[in-house]
């Protein structure tokens, strides 16, 4: 696989001159540095981006579902819109990221630093949200039905008018939050 080719062939597709979609379906990307890249719209479904440096890169609607993210350093990425169902986000650094309206159902986001993370009207449904620190995150409006917190730092997290029926927040830190119009229906305060 020629990378440098697949991403150039890429970026001329995102300006709608010749190119092609990149399709990295199945790829093994492992602790590559793909630091400032565009890959909005790319398909990278079951990819494997272990230990990659993903910092400021673009996955706006990307297809990102059961990819491995574990470990990888996601500094101030972009997600809106992607789909990310299954993906794995174990222990990823994921501080200032955008990722509003973006599809997490299923993920694994375990010991994940999440820190001003902006997941305004995403949908977070039976994500695993494990010792993960939210640290300012905003979380307006977003869906974590049946979502665990358990052990979670949700310091100045701002859940405003989000949906946490059924979560699991047992052992969470609730330190200065905003639950103002959240939906706490049969959630787990424990």
């Given at each position: 696989?020629?990378?440098?080719a697949i991403l150039h062939d890429h970026a001329a597709w995102l300006n709608s001159t010749s190119g092609k979609q990149a399709d990295f379906t199945g790829a093994n990307l492992a602790?590559?540095?793909?630091?400032?890249?565009?890959?909005?719209?790319?398909?990278?479904?079951?990819?494997?981006?272990?230990?990659?440096?993903?910092?400021?890169?673009?996955?706006?609607?990307?297809?990102?579902?059961?990819?491995?993210?574990?470990?990888?350093?996601?500094?101030?990425?972009?997600?809106?819109?992607?789909?990310?169902?299954?993906?794995?986000?174990?222990?990823?650094?994921?501080?200032?990221?955008?990722?509003?309206?973006?599809?997490?159902?299923?993920?694994?986001?375990?010991?994940?630093?999440?820190?001003?993370?902006?997941?305004?009207?995403?949908?977070?449904?039976?994500?695993?949200?494990?010792?993960?620190?939210?640290?300012?995150?905003?979380?307006?409006?977003?869906?974590?039905?049946?979502?665990?917190?358990?052990?979670?730092?949700?310091?100045?997290?701002?859940?405003?008018?989000?949906?946490?029926?059924?979560?699991?927040?047992?052992?969470?830190?609730?330190?200065?939050?905003?639950?103002?119009?959240?939906?706490?229906?049969?959630?787990?305060?424990?």
């Open positions: 696989m020629d990378l440098k602790e590559v540095d793909l630091a400032g890249v565009n890959l909005a719209g790319a398909n990278l479904a079951k990819a494997n981006l272990r230990g990659a440096n993903l910092i400021e890169v673009s996955f706006s609607s990307a297809d990102l579902r059961q990819v491995n993210f574990t470990d990888a350093t996601l500094i101030k990425a972009n997600f809106w819109g992607a789909k990310l169902q299954g993906a794995n986000l174990t222990g990823v650094d994921l501080t200032d990221s955008i990722l509003r309206g973006a599809d997490f159902t299923g993920v694994d986001f375990t010991g994940a630093n999440l820190t001003r993370a902006n997941f305004a009207g995403a949908d977070l449904t039976k994500a695993n949200f494990t010792d993960a620190i939210f640290g300012g995150g905003n979380l307006i409006e977003a869906n974590f039905t049946e979502a665990n917190f358990s052990g979670a730092d949700l310091k100045r997290a701002n859940f405003r008018g989000a949906n946490l029926t059924e979560a699991n927040l047992a052992g969470a830190n609730f330190t200065s939050i905003n639950l103002r119009g959240a939906n706490l229906k049969r959630a787990n305060l424990g």
